[in-house]
């Protein structure tokens, strides 16, 4: 009865949000504008040596300080930003909307295709995400479109493995079986019935995935295997200015705390849903 | 002090998901005098359970008691300290759950539970333990009781679980038991065994009970008192014989009257129609592996056939796993029949629903259960009631919209309930709205697989008296699926009895005084009267327990 | 042990077999997808033709892709690793020592963070809500949400930079002493418990919150048990499965962390080699490293998943 309650006015009155949840969203969105609008607000041209010292200090000039050749850090860093956003977004849709489709489907047809699906995936699954970074871009290269394919590969398994899940969930229910005896299509089961049932947990996943990409295009443009010179993500920046760590340089801390600051707060803004469309994304 | 229990001005509250505090028992007073049994007795949320577990100082998670005092014993479980709650819970207060089968620990042999009690409160050696577990569950005519506690839990069935979690009680040898809905997960053949072996040694001992439950029936048999209870409100107290002879609020009137033998004027306009709407011949159907001849490897409905007439009710009783909702998806094809034929209008349908033609699809809707999994809950009402209408019948969005308001006339609910999701529906009007949908096909015949069974009494009620109603509007016939004898008399002019994925034996109404298969004689004698002395006064024939109780 | 058991545990193990071919298989390929011919790059664009096909016809290129990963995968077994092609020595030269290096490190992080992790997870489930548990899940929330070399670039921060306690690289063969040792070990272990330890809290967490919310748990309860006994005797016994399931799952991290690690502080291990293999495209050495791993993973979650067969109590009879 008091179920009943609850659910009625978050029906009504949509979720509300904790003050950490309202904080990281804000910072989400702060990097997303950034990295939309990165070239109106670089104060440098991000290529160009700027300063006459290298890992040059902090300065009203340069407020992130300068990097090994002496290019602009912050300008660096909004510009990194496009590549680690842009790269990891584009990963994470291919990745979540090809293991959300073929997981529905494997979970309506059953059968042998779910049988040869599943298990394919599931092998996949079972090698450690870096080392598959690792030998799919001693194949192909890193490239921006295939580092972009690397990680919608890499992650695809386990979107599928989450998806399918779910739909296997939904697909024994009985308004399922309903519209299956009402004569219905297979496509209108996927789309009409099973989709909008798992869509919220769905989207929780994709911002969970979508921190594993950042993290995962991070630590491979950190081994230099990633996003390649001339253009650099938060990442390469770690891996270009590493020699500088011995001295606390701000051009390898802003580069690691901007990653830092971008998934931690996907990750706090997911803890921070509402419990209902938490629990089915755990 | 005389009383053993004293419960003063209740409160608990709740916080929900929402992070909302409501007040879920509100000013609640309750006495239990010492040996005396007291049922609480109300529909799910009226706040019964967790008035029984407030008295072990308990309350579950999110729940917190806010005011009042609990004096058991003297001692205000409100106020004691969480360790001295501990000593008294399992020795002074003990608890006998609704499922045994989640309260036993799977990863422990079952005497090792029962006599964990005597080893948390050092109440005896564990050899004297072992041999007192073995009394009890003697005491509790459970079979074998020299070795059955040396079993894991998921080795024995539910019933005996129930018994044993009743020894794992009594074995602190407590003053006041705690029985929450102890025998609602179990059939009705079941549940003799075990109210009788509960009546037996709460008498013997002379310990008080709170009996929680939501059937009036069971609770007559072994309650002194009776207190009904809704919406966290006592809203009436008295003696056993005086609440069910002599009901004063309103509320204990109609949950009584959902008892009364309905007058029962007969559905069916009897037109010696050629032709039966349905007729199933030797129906087999199951799960698993085909084997070799052919059939599946476990056969859950054999060889099955029956008729029936248009404009007429069949009824299909049996307890769990006799195969009867087996048999329902086997009728509307979503489970193939591996055998026989099935016909509708005269006319051979395709065993699996894929390979029906729209029209037989349409003339045969089939109604579940649980409306909570019924209805797509990511959709308004008028989304899940509209879309049999355009499918089945073309509907343009104006007709459809007309339709909606029409269904939701015809069952009785609000026409502005179309725009709210299930969710957002309490369980009688959800199971209405799941009701509509099968009405908006427009069919002569719906299959209802204990479309009441998740409802509380008084609503279940309701139900059916809607059902008889658009019956007689809308010429429908219906299969009525229940392991609920009252609910199936109520409505269907023939009855068959499953056990065992057989049909044993198939009645008409006047039949059922007089059932001939000893199954139907033990099924419909087990069935709980209001009458007190209904449990002492039935025997059966033990032969035919063995039979057929396992 | 009873037959269920053993068939279950049986079918478990051709599962893994089965899972070792595919990726194995999807390695060999993957590796195999390199634009461009083998022999071109190996020689140069200046080298002869001659010399090409000579090379060719050495490494089987000319063969059909499928003869090709059978000969790898025969040589892998009998131990036959082949040359790599940047310095024509043999893999199981370059591997041997730098192998037991990772395994060092590896086993010397478990041990210490392992015990250390499920004592957080188990005590912060058991502990739900409370300031501590909050504590700690803020903190694993940020572990997890970082990538490794910032972990490490901050272990190096405090304890090399400011705190000059110990060298910010590791040379293993420059050991003389115990505390050489200590010193050498220290940044990398510490950095990949941090790492492992994180995973393992949240998903111990997660699995004793679980069966601290079970019917029985409550019944515990309603006997009169105190609270070590309800976790100690009813939650941990059955959360054995999932919680084995979480330490094998988390050890992938072990092996995602060591190849960052290992990087960062220059560790002479095989993931190391590893990622110089990628940087050089040392085909036949990056697809017997990517094997390696994967075999170690796969060992690790059969192991975790036969465990869990056993201590299901629904199979024992």
């Given amino acids: 009865m008091k179920q009943t309650a609850t659910t009625m006015s978050a029906h009504r009155f949509g979720y509300t949000f904790s003050p950490i949840g309202m904080i990281a969203l804000a910072v989400i969105l702060f990097w997303a504008f950034v990295a939309a609008f990165a070239p109106h607000l670089v104060p440098y041209s991000p290529g160009k040596i700027v300063d006459t010292d290298f890992f040059g200090p902090i300065s009203s000039k340069f407020w992130l300080g300068s990097d090994y050749l002496g290019r602009d850090m912050l300008s660096r860093i909004i510009m990194g930003a496009r590549y680690t956003l842009g790269v990891s977004l584009a990963g994470v849709l291919i990745a979540t909307t090809s293991g959300v489709v073929l997981g529905m489907a494997a979970a309506v047809i059953g059968g042998w295709f779910d049988t040869l699906l599943s298990r394919f995936m599931d092998a996949m699954l079972s090698i450690p995400s870096k080392l598959f970074g690792l030998v799919v871009v001693a194949a192909v290269g890193s490239s921006l479109p295939a580092l972009i394919l690397t990680l919608a590969f890499i992650y695809t398994p386990g979107s599928f493995r989450f998806a399918r899940a779910l739909a296997v969930n939904v697909n024994t229910m009985d308004f399922v079986a309903v519209a299956r005896i009402r004569g219905e299509s297979t496509l209108y089961l996927v789309c009409a019935e099973i989709l909008p049932n798992i869509i919220r947990p769905v989207l929780a996943d994709f911002g969970i995935r979508f921190v594993f990409i950042v993290l995962l295009l991070s630590g491979l443009s950190f081994l230099g295997l990633g996003v390649q010179p001339p253009l650099a993500d938060w990442g390469a920046l770690v891996h270009e200015n590493i020699q500088s760590l011995s001295y606390a340089s701000a051009a390898v801390i802003a580069p690691s705390l901007a990653i830092a600051s971008l998934t931690i707060s996907v990750n706090l803004l997911i803890d921070n849903l509402p419990r209902k469309i938490r629990d089915r994304s755990a | 002090m005389t009383n053993l229990v004293e419960i003063r001005n209740l409160h608990v509250e709740a916080t929900t998901d929402a992070g909302r505090r409501i007040e879920i028992i509100k000013g609640v007073d309750l006495d239990i005098a010492k040996g005396e049994i007291v049922a609480l007795i109300g529909e799910s949320g009226s706040g019964k359970t967790t008035i029984a577990l407030s008295l072990m100082g308990y309350a579950r998670r999110g729940c917190e008691i806010t005011k009042g005092s609990l004096l058991v014993d003297g001692k205000d479980m409100a106020r004691l300290s969480e360790k001295q709650r501990q000593q008294v819970r399992g020795t002074e207060v003990a608890y006998v759950p609704q499922s045994a089968a989640a309260a036993f620990n799977p990863s422990a042999t079952i005497i090792d539970q029962v006599f964990e009690v005597t080893r948390i409160h050092k109440l005896m050696p564990p050899a004297q333990a072992r041999l007192r577990a073995i009394e009890l569950f003697r005491a509790l005519s459970l079979p074998d009781a020299e070795n059955i506690g040396n079993r894991y839990p998921h080795q024995v069935s539910g019933g005996q679980l129930q018994r044993l979690a009743a020894a794992m009680a009594l074995i602190g040898d407590p003053k006041l038991m705690i029985f929450d809905e102890p025998t609602t997960a179990l059939d009705v053949t079941t549940q003799i065994d075990v109210l009788k072996a509960f009546k037996s040694v709460m008498q013997q001992g002379g310990i008080a009970g709170v009996y929680v439950s939501h059937d009036l029936a069971v609770v007559a048999q072994i309650a002194d008192r009776i207190v009904v209870l809704k919406d966290g409100e006592v809203q009436e107290t008295g003696t056993t014989q005086d609440i069910l002879q002599a009901p004063k609020h309103p509320y204990t009137r109609e949950l009584l009257a959902a008892f009364e033998p309905r007058h029962f004027e007969f559905s069916g306009r009897k037109e010696a129609a050629a032709t039966p709407l349905l007729r199933i011949e030797d129906v087999t159907s199951g799960y698993g592996q085909i084997q070799a001849d052919g059939l599946p490897l476990i056969r859950a409905v054999r060889s099955v056939s029956f008729e029936l007439e248009k404009g007429r009710n069949l009824g299909i009783i049996g307890e769990s796993g006799c195969g009867k909702s087996t048999l329902a998806r086997t009728i509307s094809g979503m489970l193939p029949a591996s055998a026989g034929r099935v016909l509708f209008d005269g006319q051979e349908m395709p065993p699996a629903s894929k390979n029906r033609t729209r029209d037989q699809l349409q003339h045969m809707q089939i109604v579940f259960q649980s409306a909570d999994t019924a209805l797509n809950p990511a959709k308004p009402i008028e989304d899940i009631l509209g879309r049999p209408l355009t499918f089945y019948h073309g509907m343009s969005a104006q007709d459809r919209s007309k339709r909606v308001d029409e269904l939701l006339d015809m069952v009785h609910l609000p026409r502005n309930l179309r725009y709210r999701h299930p969710a957002e529906l309490s369980g009688g009007q959800k199971q209405r709205v799941n009701f509509a949908r099968a009405l908006a096909a427009e069919p002569k015949l719906i299959i209802c697989d204990e479309i009441t069974s998740a409802l509380d009494t008084v609503v279940a009620t309701a139900i059916i008296e809607l059902l008889k109603e658009l019956q007689r509007e809308l010429d429908l016939s219906y299969i009525f699926i229940s392991h609920d004898l009252s609910v199936v008399e109520a409505i269907c002019d023939e009855i068959v009895v499953m056990y065992h994925g057989e049909k044993v034996e198939q009645l008409t109404r006047e039949g059922i005084k007089a059932p001939k298969h000893p199954y139907s004689k033990l099924l419909f004698s087990s069935v709980p009267k209001l009458d007190p002395a209904w449990l002492d006064n039935l025997v059966l024939e033990p032969e035919l327990v063995r039979q057929y109780v396992g | ?317």
Avoid at chain 3, 8 to 28: E, Y
Avoid at chain 3, 136 to 150: D, H, R
Avoid at chain 3, 187 to 194: A, D, G, K, Q, R
Wanted: glycine content about 6%.
């Fill in chain 3, 1 to 317: 042990m009873n037959s269920e058991i053993g068939r279950l545990i049986l079918k478990r193990l051709g599962i893994a077999i089965i899972t070792l071919v595919i990726v194995s298989f999807a390695v060999f390929f993957t590796t195999n997808m390199l634009p461009g011919d083998t022999a071109t790059i190996l020689l140069g664009q200046a080298a002869t033709p001659e010399a090409v096909a000579g090379l060719r016809e050495a490494m089987h290129l000319n063969d059909p892709a499928i003869t090709r990963f059978f000969h790898w995968a025969f040589g892998f077994v009998t131990g036959d690793l082949g040359k790599s092609y940047a310095n024509n020595m043999e893999i199981s030269t370059l591997i041997g020592n730098r192998f037991l290096n990772t395994l060092e490190l590896a086993a010397i992080t478990t041990v210490i963070a392992v015990p250390f992790a499920l004592t957080l997870g188990i005590t912060s489930a058991v502990a739900r809500g409370s300031l501590y548990d909050r504590i700690v899940t803020v903190l694993t929330i940020g572990v997890i949400s970082v990538p490794e070399f910032v972990i490490a670039s901050t272990a190096v921060l405090i304890f090399a930079v400011y705190l000059r306690w110990l060298p910010a690289i590791s040379f293993v063969n420059e050991i003389h002493s115990v505390s050489d040792m200590l010193r050498m070990y220290a940044m990398p272990v510490v950095t990949l418990t941090f790492v492992v330890s994180a995973q393992i809290i949240r998903m111990t967490r997660a699995a004793v919150i679980e069966t601290l919310d079970t019917p029985y748990v409550e019944m515990a309860l309603l006997k009169g048990a105190s609270r070590s006994r309800m976790v100690l005797r009813h939650a941990l016994p059955n959360a054995l499965g999932p919680i084995v399931n979480a330490l094998a799952l988390s050890l992938s991290y072990l092996i995602g962390g060591v190849i960052i690690i290992e990087t960062i502080f220059n560790y002479p291990g095989i993931a190391k080699l590893m990622v110089d293999a990628v940087a050089t495209r040392d085909l036949p050495l990056i697809q017997t490293c990517a094997v390696i791993f994967c075999a170690g993973y796969l060992i690790l979650i059969t192991i975790a998943d036969i465990i869990a067969i056993i201590s299901n109590p629904r199979l024992r009879k």
